[in-house]
């Protein structure tokens, strides 16, 4: 388990991680979300132990981990723009790697590599980004390590690319319970492969949950009412987080269990009404509004 | 919280991303060591094969190409292989603190800092040393070889052996210490330029700190010395001048043409280099450790290193700017200096901030450190070039003086070395430590210090002397209390007692003037050359000698203060020997040393007139060997300068001009009016056939000048040096003049001086020399 409490880093007059605390707990696919500059890559540097934080500490399965190889052998991270040997080949880095990686499985890599398709003895620099991405994720794998942290990663990775990175993690947790933590903007691919998603907001934790329990308890509903003190009879019923009208066809983003929300609108007899569940880019937006992050206004 | 992977893999996975450095460093050193050995011994051939001894000649002339190669030039090359291949591997070997990519890369490393710090050091020490034995090994096998092996030259392997180990330790250092500099300055910078930035202002802070002291003291203190030795000394404990002074004495060790024993200075620099290094590396190791890995890309990582840097290179910065004002302007110096100090303190802080931080916008980041820094120049810069501190003035009491020991640059012979044939050298240079007087007398001591305090003083307020007896009388005073200090005076007249009673003595003269008192037999002379009455050459080796002791006679029969005070001689005398030339002891050379002749010296003027039936001398000789009048005036820079160009006219008689005798000795006035002891001459005389310029115009700007008549427009005068100086064009200076002057109208009292250069106070005094 990696344990985040009250870690706090500060950039010069950048507060980027303001007080953080969350648990990642093992087995589980977390995912790491937010606005730019919410904090995300400082997070996943500082859960491997390359920065340090100014206050707080993180423990990976109970031990520190900044300065401690023990710790840090257990996480491997892989940036957002990896760094790659210059004129090097996958063999280089593989190399280093090895080194520095007891556990790292060779054949494991070579058999991926072939998998993909990439060949070992062709410069990196002459990679795509795709194909450095998959790279950085066959050598992550391939170390061994229990936790796997990626900055990015799925960017640039085309659609069938990533269903396979996707089915290999899954593999991969199967077998020796490794521990993904992705950070990435775009939610739509987190949404099916994290079962933990934790947001981040200004440096700080907005919320961490399962995502399951996170899409049960909030929901779109579409509605036009009959009288619109049913609005407000709602509104005092449950918390609303967003609303939108169009005509009198109202949408409101309202946190609440399903069965909870259809008895209460039932209950006002509206024209119509549809309960909808939110992906987790609504909700990623929806809560971020709430916290005064205006998306509908940051342009014009 | 150790590592479990060994440093060995470590270093070698480091080794594999460093392939261009290992090459680079192969291909120079092999070139430097077994390539060059091989060209230089290749053009050694006997000159006639044929010859009695051509064997044994071309084995000497083999060995002794070797030894100078690996006693010069292996470690000079070793030296700057090191140091460039140091440069390369430290700022390069540590480049992933530069790039937060490599960073990323590097520090999620399963791995201690320490563990990653040892292995980058250590590849990239490998990466110099390695190759560096190598070639040394190859070098010294070629160079066994080349050594004819049946012509065996006593010790020469040993030697050749010898020489390696020198030139390897003297690399060693040199890459250590540059090593562990550019690694101190990659751990504290976040980019490759602030790294060379940063290695170069640590690596040099520390001489030009030192260089800009002794400056200062130079420039502001009329009694500093610089003591060369102290500097060369401290220099070792620059970061970067340590080795370098290291190579110089192994170089100078090899070459210099009088076996000086230097390798009694080599522990200190030893220790020095060692100490160092470490304190070098242990800095690296520490920062390196402490760096935070998110300064990768900016600008110098660490905060507190920032603030140390820019404050101590503006300060540099300011005071070198102080210097150069006060050096170039002529008026308001104080003011002209402060604005150089502020703006080379301010300028140098700003673009300090731009480099650290990156960003121009940052060059007023920090406004009261940077005012407070520049203000702290301008107030050092204040207390020297006011002596605050009351340096120049300081005088012991007497109860605290302990002894001290004189040094009088003025009463020695001339420079020279005199070989024996019983093999015996002797040197009577002035610094040799048996030209210094002990003297125990406190009332003594302090009468010599107090007259030269009291004429530093008046030097520093624009105010001769005209009192003066002496210049460059170096004092080591030993106190009872506290340090010992050296200092270097001008003395008056009031202190010729103090004097006369050190220098009239027989122990004095023989060890001060050795050849004048018959204390050496004179080796070989060959002859005698004369300035008396023109150039004239002896070659008759007896009158020579003749002639020599005559002078020696003389000499003694006039030795006392004034006679040596007194520089002004009808001419001089060269004596000319064969010396055996230390490089070749087959050849010979000539040395020759020069003599005065004083106007009194009878036998010597009574043997050169019976050579030279054509010499009367007279008058007009010692004009014509001495053809310039030159007088100086003082005056305070900004205020007197016009007062004292129109004393200098009056005194000449120049139309217009105030009488002379209208010039007070006051505050406002320069130091005293002209008085030179010309007898009846009249020095208006002078007025048609004068050229008035300073003293650097007659090498530079005057020079040409030189033979107009009349004075020069005023407008055309510098003052840089505060004194003027009037040329009388050669040869015509009017015979009504000259008629005037007798030998007893100049004689060694203390207004006329001979003009020493480079010693003479060009602050005070009327000077004048025929």
């Known amino acids: 388990m990696i344990e985040i409490r009250n870690v706090k880093k500060r950039f010069g007059e950048v507060q980027a991680l303001a007080g953080i605390t969350t648990e990642i707990a093992e087995g589980q696919v977390f995912g790491l979300v937010g606005t730019n500059g919410a904090g995300k890559s400082t997070l996943l540097r500082s859960l491997c132990g390359i920065y340090r934080p100014d206050e707080g500490e993180i423990l990976i399965d109970g031990e520190p981990v900044y300065e401690n190889p023990s710790a840090k052998s257990k996480v491997f991270f892989i940036s957002d723009d990896q760094y790659f040997f210059p004129g090097g080949t996958p063999m280089d880095m593989l190399r280093y790697y090895e080194t520095l990686y007891p556990g790292f499985d060779r054949e494991r890599f070579f058999s991926l590599m072939d998998a993909l398709k990439l060949d070992p003895k062709r410069k990196v620099s002459t990679f795509s980004k795709g194909m450095k991405k998959q790279l950085s994720i066959l050598y992550g794998v391939s170390a061994k390590t229990k936790y796997f942290l990626c900055d990015e990663t799925f960017d640039g990775l085309d659609p069938v690319i990533r269903q396979a990175v996707k089915r290999l993690f899954i593999k991969e947790m199967e077998e020796r319970k490794m521990t993904p933590v992705i950070a990435s903007h775009n939610l739509r691919e987190l949404e099916d492969i994290c079962e933990h998603v934790g947001l981040l907001y200004q440096g700080g934790i907005l919320f961490s949950k399962d995502l399951d329990s996170m899409k049960l308890g909030m929901f779109k509903v579409q509605i036009v009412f009959r009288e619109a003190e049913d609005e407000k009879r709602i509104a005092e019923m449950f918390e609303v987080v967003d609303r939108e009208q169009r005509g009198s066809l109202l949408t409101l983003t309202i946190r609440g269990s399903r069965t909870e929300i259809e008895t209460a609108i039932s209950a006002q007899t509206p024209v119509f009404y549809e309960v909808l569940p939110l992906t987790l880019e609504e909700i990623f937006i929806s809560e971020t509004e709430v916290l005064g992050y205006d998306f509908k206004n940051i342009i014009g | ?770």
Not at chain 2, 472 to 484: A, H, I, L, P, T
Request: hydrophobic share 40%; charged share 20%.
């Open chain 2, 1 to 770: 919280m150790t590592s479990k992977i060994s440093l060995g893999k470590l270093i070698r996975e480091d080794l594999r991303h460093r392939h261009w450095m290992m090459a680079l460093s192969c291909l120079t050193q092999f070139f430097a060591g077994p390539v060059g050995v091989l060209l230089v011994t290749n053009g050694v051939r006997p000159y006639n094969p044929d010859m009695a001894g051509a064997r044994e000649r071309l084995a000497n002339s083999i060995y002794q190409t070797l030894l100078e190669y690996f006693s010069a030039a292996s470690p000079i090359l070793g030296c700057l292989i090191a140091g460039v291949g140091a440069l390369l591997v430290g700022i390069f070997g540590f480049r992933h603190l530069f790039s937060r990519r490599m960073a990323d890369l590097y520090e999620s490393a399963p791995i201690t800092r320490k563990d990653r710090f040892l292995a980058g050091y250590l590849s990239g020490f490998f990466v110099w040393a390695v190759p560096a034995v190598i070639s040394l090994l190859l070098t010294l096998i070629l160079g066994q070889t080349r050594l004819l092996a049946d012509v065996p030259i006593p010790g020469a392997r040993a030697a050749l052996c010898t020489a390696t180990g020198k030139a390897l330790l003297v690399s060693l250092f040199t890459f250590l210490t540059v090593y562990h500099l550019c690694i101190l300055a990659a751990s504290i910078s976040g980019s490759v330029f602030n790294s060379l930035v940063n290695t170069a202002l640590i690596g040099l802070d520390v001489i030009i700190l030192k260089a800009m002291t002794a400056s200062c003291g130079g420039v502001f203190f009329r009694t500093y010395i610089p003591d060369s030795e102290s500097v060369v000394r401290a220099s070792a404990f620059s970061p970067l001048a340590s080795p370098v002074v290291m190579c110089y004495y192994l170089v100078r060790g090899a070459n210099e043409e009088v076996p000086v024993p230097v390798w009694k200075e080599v522990p200190f620099f030893f220790f020095a280099s060692i100490a160092v290094t470490v304190l070098l590396g242990a800095g690296a190791f520490f920062c390196y450790k402490k760096r935070a890995s998110e300064e990768a890309e900016g600008g110098v990582a660490n905060r507190a290193v920032q603030a140390v840097l820019r404050t101590l290179n503006a300060f540099l910065a300011g005071i070198f700017g102080g210097l150069l004002m006060n050096q170039v302007v002529v008026y308001h110096r104080t003011v002209w200096s402060v604005f150089g100090i502020v703006v080379g303190a301010v300028l140098a802080y700003a673009v300090m901030d731009i480099i650290h931080q990156r960003r121009f916008q940052a060059a007023l980041s920090h406004k009261l450190p940077m005012a407070v820094t520049t203000l702290c120049a301008v107030v050092l810069f204040l207390a020297y070039s006011m002596d605050w501190f009351g340096y120049d003035a300081y005088l012991p009491s007497e109860s605290n003086i302990a002894s001290a020991q004189v040094y009088f640059a003025q009463y020695r012979e001339p420079g020279r070395r005199l070989s024996f044939e019983d093999g015996r050298v002797e040197y009577t240079y002035g610094r040799e430590e048996d030209q210094w007087v002990t003297m125990t007398d406190p009332a003594q001591i302090r009468s010599i210090l107090a007259s030269g305090t009291g004429y530093a003083v008046n030097a520093r307020n624009g105010r001769g002397s005209e009192n003066r007896l002496l210049t460059n009388v170096q004092v080591r005073v030993k106190r009872r209390f506290g340090f010992s200090y050296t200092r270097s005076y001008a003395l008056n007249m009031d202190c010729i007692d103090a004097v006369r009673s050190v220098v009239e003595t027989e122990s004095y003269r023989t060890r001060n003037y050795p050849s004048c008192s018959g204390a050496y037999p004179t080796p070989d002379l060959l002859g005698v050359e004369t300035t008396a009455g023109g150039m004239q050459e002896i070659r008759d080796a007896v009158w020579a000698r003749e002639l020599t002791q005559a002078y020696y006679q003389d000499f003694a029969e006039h030795y006392c203060v004034e006679r040596l005070t007194s520089s002004v001689s009808v001419g001089r005398l060269k004596l000319e020997y064969l010396d055996q030339d230390p490089k070749q002891p087959e050849s010979t050379i000539y040395r020759t040393v020069s003599l005065n002749i004083g106007y009194d010296y009878k036998r010597t003027l009574s043997l050169i007139r019976e050579y030279w039936e054509l010499l009367p001398i007279g008058i007009e000789d010692l004009m014509r060997s001495e053809p310039y009048l030159d007088l100086e005036l003082s005056w305070n820079a900004d205020g007197e300068y016009e007062m004292s160009k129109e004393m200098l006219y009056s005194y000449f008689g120049v139309p217009g001009a105030p009488a002379l005798d209208t010039y007070k000795v006051s505050d406002q006035n320069p130091a005293y009016s002209v008085e030179i002891g010309l007898g009846s001459a009249d020095p208006a005389l002078l007025y048609p056939c004068l050229v008035i310029g300073d003293y650097n115009g007659y090498y530079g700007t005057f020079y040409d000048a030189y033979n107009c008549s009349g004075l020069r427009p005023v407008g055309t005068l510098e003052t840089r040096n505060r004194y003027l100086q009037v040329f009388v064009k050669n040869g015509t200076v009017p015979k009504e003049f000259v008629d005037g002057l007798t030998l007893e109208t100049i004689p060694y009292d203390h207004e006329v001086h001979y003009s020493d250069e480079g010693y003479g106070d060009s602050y005070g005094g009327v000077m004048g020399s025929f």
